[in-house]
C-alpha cells in the first residue's frame, strides 16, 4: 500500500523557519516524483513544488509565488523527502500534503500543519 | 498555467440520485504518450484529498464503481450514478501533464 506521512509542522514566528518530512513506504521511492501541495483554512488547493528523481538530477519546481523562499530536497536512502521554508510569512500557514502521482499509485498523505504567527 | 474550470460549486443532492461535476482546462491534458493528465479527488470534511479517478475514467483501488468519469482534451466529467451519504465533502478535478500541477476550485456535494 503506497503510504505518505509528512511530518514537522507547527508554530513559528514570521521570519522563521521549518523543516517538513514526507516519508514514503510501498512504491519505489527513487523512481517518483514528489508534489507538495498546500491548503489554507477553508481555501482551496495550492501547488509548491516538484522534485524529480535522480535520473532527471533531482531536478526541481517551484509555484513562482514562493519567492525563492522554499526548497525541496530528497534523501532516497530513506524514502523519505523535504520541504525547506525559510522568511516564513503569515500567508504561508496551511497544511502541507506531499503527494504522488502515477496512475493508480497515487497517493497523498495526510498533511502536516504550518501555522506563522507572532 | 493550465486553468481548471468547475461547474457546479455546490450541489445538493438526495441520496440515491445521481450527481454529475464539470472540469473544463484552457489546455488540452492529452499528452503525446496517449494518456490524458486529469484526476479527481474528493476531500471529506477535516480530511486530506483521497483520489478517485486518475487518467479521465479510472477508479483507484477501492473506489466504488458508482464513481465514473468520462471526458477528453478539455472537457470532463464526474458522475455519481447513486450519492451516499458518506460521499458529502469537497470534489477537486486535477491536472498534472505540466507543472504548475493545478486545480479546479472544488465542488462542495451535500446531501438532502
Known amino acids: 500500500e503506497v503510504q505518505l506521512v509528512e511530518s514537522g509542522g507547527g508554530l513559528v514566528q514570521p521570519g522563521g523557519s521549518l523543516k517538513l518530512s514526507c516519508a514514503a513506504s510501498?512504491?519505489?521511492?527513487?523512481?517518483?516524483?514528489i508534489y507538495w501541495v498546500r491548503q489554507a483554512s477553508g481555501k482551496g488547493l495550492e501547488w509548491v513544488g516538484r522534485i524529480r528523481t535522480k535520473a532527471n538530477n533531482y531536478a526541481t519546481t517551484y509555484a513562482a509565488s514562493l519567492e525563492g523562499r522554499f526548497t525541496m530536497s530528497r534523501d532516497d536512502s530513506k524514502n523519505t523527502a523535504y520541504l525547506q521554508m525559510n522568511s516564513l510569512k503569515t500567508e504561508d500557514t496551511a497544511v502541507y500534503y506531499c503527494?504522488?502521482?502515477?496512475?493508480?499509485?497515487?497517493?497523498w498523505g495526510q498533511g502536516t500543519l504550518v501555522t506563522v504567527s507572532s | 498555467d493550465i486553468v481548471m474550470t468547475q461547474t457546479p460549486l455546490s450541489l445538493s443532492v438526495t441520496p440515491g440520485q445521481p450527481a454529475s461535476i464539470s472540469c473544463k482546462s484552457t489546455q488540452s491534458l492529452l499528452h503525446s504518450d496517449g494518456k490524458t493528465y486529469l484526476y479527481w479527488f474528493l476531500q471529506k470534511p477535516g480530511q486530506p484529498p483521497q483520489f478517485l479517478i486518475f487518467?479521465?475514467?479510472n477508479r483507484f483501488s477501492g473506489v466504488p464503481d458508482r464513481f465514473s468519469g468520462s471526458g477528453s482534451g478539455t472537457d470532463f466529467t464526474l458522475k455519481i450514478s447513486r450519492v451516499e451519504a458518506d460521499d458529502v465533502g469537497v470534489y477537486y478535478c486535477m491536472q498534472s501533464i505540466q507543472v504548475p500541477l493545478t486545480f479546479g476550485g472544488g465542488t462542495k456535494v451535500e446531501i438532502k
Open positions: 487518467e479521465v475514467s
Open positions: 503527494t504522488k502521482l502515477g496512475g493508480a499509485e497515487g497517493s
Open positions: 510501498g512504491f519505489t521511492f527513487s523512481g517518483s516524483n
